[in-house]
């Protein structure tokens, strides 16, 4: 069955990044039906690199509190794949509006340095989602590994909103990836790439209150046609 371009659009545009989350739990059945859904996704020689780790609403109540407790507690820090060097040029300006909508939804005015440590904690606190999955890559497959399963969290972003429900993939948990593989039991062979906290969104949430430009096709294209 064709999809046209106009329902394919309208499902990018509703995707956003959920930040507040009904407590109700997703059937599993659906969730199964996004991961199907998702496996489509091309990659490298059909490698189909990701592996995903899907957690329950009490697992994902149990991470949530064990890793609030490490991260609050100091604990080990270190991501497997390399975070950004820096952000800059237009790159800065579009991280620094993002984060200045955000803190301007939930409250948080500049020089608030509780405030906005309050809503990074956030992220640890996986947003009070339901529910949580992690997503890793084989080492061996180095950066096309990597954007292979980019291309995988992209799909189930885009599954999720298809089925009325809403995600936030997370870096920020791949910041402690020491922790996320001792308590996945992750292979060695394989690196923590990221995490996507996921359910039914709040739309009373102030987090869920905005939304993120999109830069001009002229911006991001570069035409030689003729």
Not at 4 to 27: D, I, K, N
Not at 129 to 136: D, E, Q, R, W, Y
Not at 191 to 198: E, K, M, Y
């Amino acid at each position: 069955m064709a999809v046209t371009l106009q329902e394919f659009q309208r499902l990018l545009e509703a995707r956003y990044t959920c930040r507040g989350y009904l407590p109700e739990a997703v059937p599993r059945a659906k969730i199964e039906a996004v991961l199907r859904a998702a496996q489509h996704v091309p990659s490298w020689c059909n490698s189909q690199p990701w592996q995903v780790t899907v957690c329950g609403r009490d697992q994902t109540q149990a991470l949530r509190t064990a890793l609030l407790k490490h991260v609050q507690g100091g604990g080990d820090a270190g991501s497997d794949v390399p975070f950004p060097q820096a952000y800059e040029g237009i790159y800065k300006e579009r991280r620094s509006i993002c984060g200045w909508q955000l803190y301007g939804a939930v409250g948080v005015e500049k020089g608030d340095r509780a405030g906005s440590a309050r809503q990074s904690m956030q992220n640890f606190h996986l947003f009070g989602a339901p529910h949580f999955m992690l997503v890793t890559t084989p080492k061996a497959l180095g950066p096309y590994g990597v954007l292979d399963c980019g291309a995988f969290v992209t799909a189930v972003l885009l599954g999720l909103t298809a089925h009325g429900l809403a995600g936030a993939a997370m870096a920020s948990v791949a910041g402690y990836a020491g922790f996320l593989r001792d308590w996945f039991d992750v292979d060695e062979d394989r690196d923590v790439l990221c995490g996507i906290a996921f359910g039914h969104p709040d739309a009373d949430h102030p987090a869920n209150s905005f939304r993120t430009a999109r830069a001009r096709l002229e911006e991001a294209a570069e035409w030689r046609w003729d």
